[in-house]
């Protein structure tokens, strides 16, 4: 069911991943680079997007479905961890225009999984009155 809300989240949070790789959003030693400058935020950048997009066809089974996110939810943690880390590395803090990125993808997940888990509990709450 592709209509749902949290499959709209999730493709929106793939997408956000996906642009995170393009704009520039770390900056080193006064030098503004992507993403894609840095193996690991590469990585797991990649690896958040396509567990996202992944996670939209799970909708048959919910449980499954939740759990994945909060999978997800871990790596996106683990990735602004890592950003921030690169980012205070050399003392300087200065956030480029793509450094709040991963928090819009970090926020999205949160809300679709909060709707999966609405879900479950309507398909719960319709199942004990049957």
């Known amino acids: ?8 989240y ?9 642009a995170y790789l393009f704009v520039p ?13 840095y193996m690991p935020l590469m990585i797991l950048t990649i690896i958040s997007a396509v567990i996202s997009f992944a996670d939209i066809f799970l909708f048959s089974n919910r449980p499954l479905q939740m759990n ?26 200065q956030p480029a225009v793509g450094a709040f990125i991963p928090l819009g993808f970090l926020l999205l997940n949160l809300l679709a999984i909060r709707a999966i888990n609405g ?12």
């Open 1 to 8: 069911m592709i209509q749902r809300i949290q499959s709209i």
């Open 10 to 18: 999730l493709a929106i949070a793939a997408l956000l991943c996906v």
């Open 25 to 37: 959003s770390i900056e080193v030693n006064d030098v503004i680079s992507t993403a894609q400058s």
């Open 68 to 93: 994945v996110g909060r999978l997800n939810l871990l790596l996106i943690v683990g990735l602004i961890g890592y950003a921030i880390f690169t980012e205070f590395s050399d003392g300087d803090f």
């Open 119 to 130: 879900d479950e509990k309507l398909v719960r709450d319709s199942d004990r009155l049957r």
